[in-house]
């Protein structure tokens, strides 16, 4: 008798990440193992990006974090309505196996995927997988990213493509994991359009709920052989949050909250 495929997905959490999870449930029941990782604390978060883009930057991109999290408890009516009606599920999923761990780059991490043995890794909000980590991945590893790749790696790729005007691009890519930050090779990209009064709060329920069925697709092509990776092509940039000064001039000046 053959054995069902295990699929491990790993995540800190969320909402959309969950969706996501739980739309492999549905398909894979008790193949599914979650992987849960801590989040990453605001503190560590705002420092490595004060490293990289100075402090001032940093702050403002902090302050526009604390507006995306006030902004989900005032649509939270219209978020619960959206979900409802989509059939969302956005609580973590019952599975068989599960493993909680500080991050996807502590060594408890790899010590879990070995006692699962999974066929297959899938990422969803969860840390960048630093390359000595994904070497001792002892099979594929790919990752939803709610951006259309290359030109919208990094976070909030929905976002940035409304306020570069590329409203074609808004959705959601799903890749093979490599070294890069949303690098790798593509297996499945949805695009979709908007909810009407869709802002950066919303636009991940927006693209999580369109991008169910690829993902589960994605994972099933993956694990017959039949996937077909294909190179990103054309401009690649990796994206963060807007500084709260730069959200409120796109918003102000394009309409694009």
């Keep these: 008798m053959t054995q069902a495929p295990k699929i491990c997905f790993v995540t800190a959490g969320g909402d959309h990440p969950w969706a996501m999870a739980n739309a492999l449930a549905a398909r894979f029941g008790d193949g599914l193992a979650i992987v849960l990782e801590d989040p990453e604390s605001k503190r560590r978060l705002v420092t490595h990006r004060a490293r990289r883009f100075g402090w001032v930057n940093a702050l403002g991109q902090l302050a526009t974090m604390a507006l995306i999290r006030f902004g989900k408890r005032v649509q939270a009516g219209k978020v619960r309505r959206f979900v409802e009606r989509e059939g969302l599920v956005v609580t973590q999923p019952g599975t068989r ?23 297959l890794v899938v990422l969803a ?8 980590v994904l070497a001792r991945v002892p099979c594929p590893v790919i990752n939803y990213h709610a951006g259309v790749t290359p030109k919208y790696r990094g976070m909030n790729g929905g ?47 927006t693209i ?30 990796q994206w963060f949050h807007p500084p709260i000064w730069t959200y409120l001039w796109i918003g102000l000046s394009k309409g694009v909250w």
């Design 97 to 119: 196996e599960f493993a909680h761990v500080p991050s996807v780059n502590d060594s408890v991490f790899i010590e879990a995927v070995e006692r699962i043995r999974p066929d």
């Design 208 to 237: 999580a709920a369109a991008s169910r069925a690829a993902l589960v697709k994605a994972v099933e092509d993956m694990l017959s052989g039949a996937a077909s990776p294909a190179a990103p092509t054309g401009e690649s940039k």
């Design 159 to 205: 976002y940035w493509a409304l306020a570069n005007g590329d409203e074609d691009l808004f959705g959601s890519t799903i890749h093979l994991v490599d070294r890069g930050v949303d690098t790798g090779q593509i297996l499945a990209q949805t695009l979709c359009g908007l909810e009407p009064g869709d802002t950066i709060m919303t636009y991940p329920y």
């Design 125 to 132: 909000g969860c840390r960048m997988m630093r390359a000595d």
